[in-house]
């Protein structure tokens, strides 16, 4: 039996500088994942998905990653590796 | 050190500005990512987790202060101002921007380095004994003998699309620095029962999801037939190696699979039949390269200021005891620099300490450096009277942690901080393990701590005498200990030793470790890894596990709480 969708959050590598980015509102992109958008629906997420994939001029490996809504109202990951990416490196950099 | 010749340079530059090319066009849209992928990592330029990543070859670890002081100004110009050196003696630079990784590489070309077969299903970086050419135990000095396999693999017709990666190894002591037997082929050097100079065929070794420990193909191979030998292999894993499946694609799994005696009879028929073709140019090849790699010119002069600093200076004499090995010339010593200061990341240095070490190596160590696969510098070439004030110049740039072999001394992975395929992180568990048992690392003495963040086992732990594996538990990370480990010459793969741990509870359970072997050791002169051969798992485990069932499936214990293994 097929998982029920849980909310996401659009993500991928930007091209140039490989920098973490999220889809915001707007097909804008954002460097924060708290500005980025929440998907609440399957198809949705479909859709952009796609679109997504369409846009390789900028973006590298876009996929889906699962995120919650915090008491802010704000989207925010619910795995480490998306918090890491979403925070950078967990340790002083030299 | 290696020399390039107008050729070499001539093809490095040309594969630059291909390159340069296909990052134009991929910039500008003409290549999809999926056409441009195999490019980058064909330069050795990989898509991290926050940002692209390039590693550079150092061959077999093999510096000097112009290449070295090129790293530091790469970092600087492109990067964040410092670089990691991995556990394949190579340097990897963790923030370049796409449009600047051509100029990165000719930056790289002016001082005759490359990033080429740094990714890719092919012959990687040939490693080396980072104590190659100094050792007092040597036999002779591997590094021709890797420049010689790195001439003959570069960009070489038939092994540039093998099953999977290939690396080879080199040690020329009898004391193996190199991790041979973990290797896809391990070369040691020997001398027959005739007095014949030859090698020691090691093959299908290796860690990562399937650790293996290599068998000998070959107890003594003559000098001359080293090539032809290792185009036989290679040729036969070509041939039958697995393409079917990613994970069975190693040359582990084909010589497994085969039967090493089966295996053997392939290679050594292959063998026969191209030997012929080698007609004596590898050999006046390795004869030139030879001449390139020649001793330095050694100083004669009085070492009392080594000895007079050992009697007055405590923080020298930890230095002395631990970091600076025996060399073959006894006027002489090899500094191993730690780049595991307590509290920072294993393996990186920063610009600044780049340029330390190349002044330190031009002022005081013959202009050579080397990177080890512990992911050290090691400066080894240096006159003991200098030693005391290349300690001092080193402890000014932080670079004088007095650690080498010590507990602190951690091979880390980049984990999950920067890898994209890590499932844990590796960098703090290293950093705050070193700062727990600072306070009696030198009471506990030699103890290979040795950290993966994911089952490829870039952080060798299958052979730390004590090994951390990370890994993703629904979503959280969890840490899987073996013990009795071993990359040396007595090379064995770690026991696991029981169920995971969480990443609070971890550093208590690895000081626990290092307490009982205190506790339990015979003398002082036993060590971590003769303790654990001669108690075996159970005196650890019920450090590990103080409130555990005895015995559970698979013998190990079962813990009391929820963990999940």
């Known amino acids: 039996m097929a998982r029920p969708f849980t909310p996401k959050v659009l993500t991928a590598n930007h091209l140039l500088d490989g920098d973490v980015v999220y889809l915001a509102p707007g097909s804008r992109l954002t460097r924060k994942l708290s500005e980025a958008m929440l998907i609440e629906d399957e198809s949705t997420a479909k859709a952009l998905l796609e679109a997504a994939e369409a846009r390789s001029s900028v973006l590298v490996g876009p996929y889906l990653a699962d995120a919650i809504r915090d008491s802010d109202g704000r989207p925010r990951s619910t795995h480490i590796r998306e918090t890491l990416r979403a925070d950078g490196p967990s340790i002083d950099i030299l | 050190m290696y020399l390039y010749s107008e050729f070499d340079r001539t093809y490095v530059r040309n594969r630059v500005r291909m390159f340069r090319d296909q990052v134009d066009r991929r910039i500008d849209g003409s290549l999809s990512e999926e056409e441009f992928k195999p490019f980058r990592l064909m330069n050795g330029l990989y898509l991290q987790l926050h940002a692209y990543m390039l590693r550079v070859a150092i061959p077999y670890g093999t510096l000097d202060s112009r290449r070295l002081r090129q790293l530091a100004f790469i970092a600087d110009r492109w990067d964040r101002g410092y670089g990691h050196f991995t556990t394949r003696q190579n340097i990897q630079f963790n923030w370049p921007r796409l449009k600047d990784v051509p100029d990165i590489l000719d930056a790289l070309a002016d001082v005759d380095m490359h990033a080429i077969q740094t990714s890719g299903n092919c012959i990687r970086n040939v490693t080396a004994d980072h104590f190659a050419g100094a050792a007092a135990d040597e036999l002779s000095d591997p590094r021709p003998v890797a420049e010689l396999i790195r001439q003959w693999s570069t960009d070489h017709p038939e092994f540039t699309f093998l099953p999977r990666k290939f690396k080879i190894a080199v040690t020329g002591s009898p004391n193996d620095r190199a991790v041979t037997r973990a290797h896809d082929i391990g070369l040691r050097m020997v001398h027959s029962k005739e007095g014949q100079n030859g090698f020691e065929v090691i093959v299908g070794g290796g860690l990562g999801r399937t650790p293996v420990i290599g068998k000998v193909i070959r107890e003594h191979l003559p000098e001359a037939d080293l090539l032809p030998y290792l185009e036989a292999i290679l040729h036969v894993y070509n041939a039958i190696g697995r393409r079917d499946n990613k994970y069975k694609a190693r040359i582990k799994i084909t010589v497994r699979e085969t039967g090493i005696d089966a295996f053997r009879s392939r290679v050594e028929e292959r063998f026969r039949i191209i030997r012929k073709e080698f007609l004596g140019a590898d050999q006046q090849v390795i004869r030139r390269i030879r001449d390139t790699f020649a001793e330095p010119d050694y100083v004669q002069a009085p070492t009392a200021a080594f000895d007079d600093a050992l009697r007055r200076d ?210 002082q002169d036993e060590s971590f890894l003769e303790t654990y051969r001669r108690t075996g798992l159970a005196p650890f485990q019920a450090a590990l596990y103080p409130d555990a069932v005895p015995k559970g499936r698979g013998g190990h214990p079962e813990r009391s709480n929820d963990a999940v293994s």
Do not use: W
């Open chain 2, 314 to 523: 405590p923080a020298f004499r930890d230095f002395a005891n631990g970091n600076v090995h025996r060399h073959k010339n006894p006027d002489y010593g090899i500094v191993s620099v730690s780049l595991k200061a307590h509290g920072r990341t294993p393996g990186d240095a920063s610009s600044k300490q780049m340029r330390i070490l190349a002044d330190l190596a031009e002022a005081y160590g013959h202009d050579e450096l080397r990177i080890s696969h512990e992911q050290n510098v090691i400066l080894p070439h240096v006159h003991r009277k200098d030693i005391p004030a290349v300690f001092a110049e080193l402890s000014r740039g932080g670079l004088g942690t007095p650690n080498v072999g010590l507990a602190s001394d951690i091979i880390a992975c980049p984990g999950m901080d920067y890898c994209a395929l890590a499932t844990a992180r590796s960098i703090p568990v290293a950093r705050d393990i070193a700062v727990r048992l600072r306070e009696i690392e030198r009471d506990v003495g030699s103890l290979k701590i040795k950290i993966s963040g994911c089952i490829n086992a870039c952080g060798h732990h299958h052979v730390g005498h004590i090994g951390i594996l990370g890994l993703d538990r629904a979503g959280v990370e969890n840490y899987q200990i073996t013990l009795g480990g071993d990359a040396t010459e007595t090379a064995a793969l770690g026991d696991r030793a029981g169920p995971g741990f969480p990443a609070d509870e971890l550093v208590p359970a690895i000081e626990r470790l290092a307490l009982t072997y205190l506790d339990i050791r015979e003398d």
